[in-house]
């Protein structure tokens, strides 16, 4: 078997391994010089597969929801524990790292297990469809995540709309929201929370704005002012800081104020933005007007 192959499909049983023409005493060999990996009974994958697909097979099942979509560049608000699909009729579930250890209970802290009825996508040894990882991953977040998590996929083109529209008809009648509240157009989760502060504290604004001499910005909330969702990802460094600080500049010379809440704000501290959102705005509407 070759390199590319193994590396197309993650997981292999031995079944596949011997229809790929490897004989057993190749297999036996390729495991003992580490070109393979035994993961469990009948579970083999190549050695640069990934850690977290790996560890989802040892655990009995496949890698899913939220654990899944992270792994694919999707944005996730905690990806911590490892998520495994399992089929109803699994019970023998070993560790993660090792699979001669029973899953027990010192191990549910780092692995969520799924029981879910999967959709009418067939799954791999090793991952199931990302339809199913979505699905998944809405009903294990809370709905600002979800709403985020849906955004991201739309974003990135791992899905069409009509194909999240399809998922969601799916899904139970109350999910509905989620989709009703998404937008392609949020370029990171923090966006995403941006937004749907904006809607709770019913502001008019506008995403991802081109201002002549400034540059494209986040949100322009009610005309004047710019919101800029910081991260720490793309925004350290001083070279970054100086060139944001000269965008502010350019913006408060044609009548704008900036805000740029962290990350860590819009996702852990929410109350704190929209305090300051709220301030902003009945300082505007309290300041007096020129003549």
């Known amino acids: 078997m070759t390199g590319s192959r193994l590396l197309q499909c993650e997981v292999f049983t031995r079944a596949d391994l011997l229809a790929e023409g490897m004989?057993?005493?190749?297999?036996?060999?390729?495991v003992r010089d580490g070109k393979l990996v035994r993961l469990r009974r009948d579970r083999y994958a190549a050695v640069d597969s990934s850690d977290d697909v790996a560890?989802?097979?040892?655990?009995?099942?496949?890698?899913?929801?939220?654990?899944?979509?992270?792994?694919?560049?999707?944005?996730?608000?905690?990806?911590?524990?490892?998520h495994v699909h399992l089929p109803r009729t699994m019970s023998r579930l070993r560790s993660p790292e090792d699979p001669r250890e029973r899953?027990?209970?010192?191990?549910?802290?780092?692995?969520?297990?799924?029981?879910?009825?999967?959709?009418?996508?067939?799954?791999?040894?090793?991952?199931?469809?990302?339809?199913?990882?979505?699905?998944?991953?809405?009903?294990?977040?809370?709905?600002?995540a979800a709403i985020a998590t849906v955004d991201s996929v739309l974003h990135l083109g791992l899905m069409t709309y009509a194909d999240v529209r399809d998922l969601?008809?799916?899904?139970?009648?109350?999910?509905?929201?989620?989709?009703?509240?998404?937008?392609?157009?949020?370029?990171?989760?923090?966006?995403?929370?941006?937004?749907?502060?904006?809607?709770?504290?019913?502001?008019?604004?506008?995403?991802?704005?081109?201002i002549p001499g400034v540059g494209r910005v986040d949100f322009v909330v009610e005309g004047w002012l710019i919101v800029e969702c910081d991260s720490k990802a793309y925004h350290e460094g001083w070279s970054k800081q100086k060139q944001d600080r000269r965008r502010d500049l350019a913006a408060a010379a044609l009548g704008y104020s900036t805000l740029r809440p962290l990350a860590e704000h819009l996702l852990f501290e929410r109350e704190?933005?929209?305090?300051?959102?709220?301030?902003?705005?009945?300082?505007?509407?309290?300041?007096?007007?020129?003549?």
Request: aromatic content about 4%; glycine content about 6%.
């Open 103 to 144: 899953l027990g209970a010192v191990h549910r802290a780092v692995v969520r297990c799924h029981w879910d009825r999967l959709l009418a996508h067939p799954p791999t040894l090793g991952l199931v469809d990302i339809a199913d990882a979505l699905a998944q991953a809405i009903r294990c977040q809370d709905a600002s």
């Open 55 to 82: 560890r989802a097979v040892r655990v009995g099942g496949r890698l899913t929801c939220v654990s899944l979509l992270a792994m694919l560049g999707v944005f996730v608000l905690d990806a911590s524990r490892l």
């Open 23 to 30: 004989r057993s005493r190749e297999i036996t060999r390729a």
């Open 272 to 291: 704190t933005v929209v305090a300051a959102v709220r301030g902003m705005m009945a300082r505007r509407r309290s300041a007096p007007r020129s003549a």
């Open 168 to 210: 969601f008809a799916w899904l139970p009648e109350r999910y509905g929201v989620i989709l009703r509240l998404s937008d392609s157009s949020a370029e990171s989760g923090p966006e995403t929370y941006m937004r749907l502060i904006l809607r709770r504290l019913g502001l008019r604004y506008a995403t991802q704005v081109n």
